[in-house]
C-alpha cells in the first residue's frame, strides 16, 4: 500500500496564504504523475492541479489559475500546492493523488491509484 502524507492545512483568512505538502514513496514519486484534489462541504471531490513526473505537463482546474501553483522537489520525494489570494469557497479537504496511468491533463480522477488521508483548508470571510 503506497502512503501518502499532506500537511499545512490550517485555518486562514480570505486573501491570506498556505503551502500544502504531501510526502510520498521515493519509487512512487520519481516515476508518475502527482496531483491535488479537494472536496469542499457537501461537494464531490474534485480536480485542482497536477505535474507530470518530469514536470512538463502542468494543469490547474479554471477556478484556481493564477492563485494557486503546484510544484515538486524530486530530491525531497515532496509534492507541493501553494495557494494564494484564498477565498471562503477554497475550504475543502485538500488530497494528494498519484497514479501510473494518470494524467494531469485530464483533469479527473480517472486513473488515481492511491490518495491522501487530506488535509484541511479553512478560509475565514
Known amino acids: 500500500q503506497v502512503q501518502l502524507v499532506e500537511s499545512g492545512g490550517g485555518l486562514v483568512q480570505a486573501g491570506g496564504s498556505l503551502t500544502l505538502s504531501c510526502a510520498a514513496p521515493?519509487?512512487?514519486?520519481?516515476?508518475?504523475?502527482m496531483g491535488w484534489f479537494r472536496q469542499a462541504p457537501g461537494k464531490e471531490r474534485e480536480f485542482v492541479a497536477g505535474v507530470n513526473w518530469n514536470r512538463e505537463d502542468i494543469a490547474y482546474t479554471d477556478s484556481v489559475k493564477g492563485r494557486l501553483r503546484i510544484s515538486r522537489d524530486n530530491p525531497k520525494n515532496t509534492l507541493y500546492l501553494q495557494l494564494n489570494s484564498l477565498k471562503p469557497e477554497d475550504t475543502a479537504v485538500y488530497y494528494c493523488a498519484v497514479g501510473a496511468i494518470w494524467s494531469p491533463m485530464t483533469r479527473s480522477a480517472a486513473g488515481v491509484s492511491y490518495w491522501g488521508k487530506g488535509t484541511l483548508v479553512t478560509v475565514s470571510s
Open positions: 521515493t519509487l512512487i514519486f520519481n516515476r508518475y504523475p
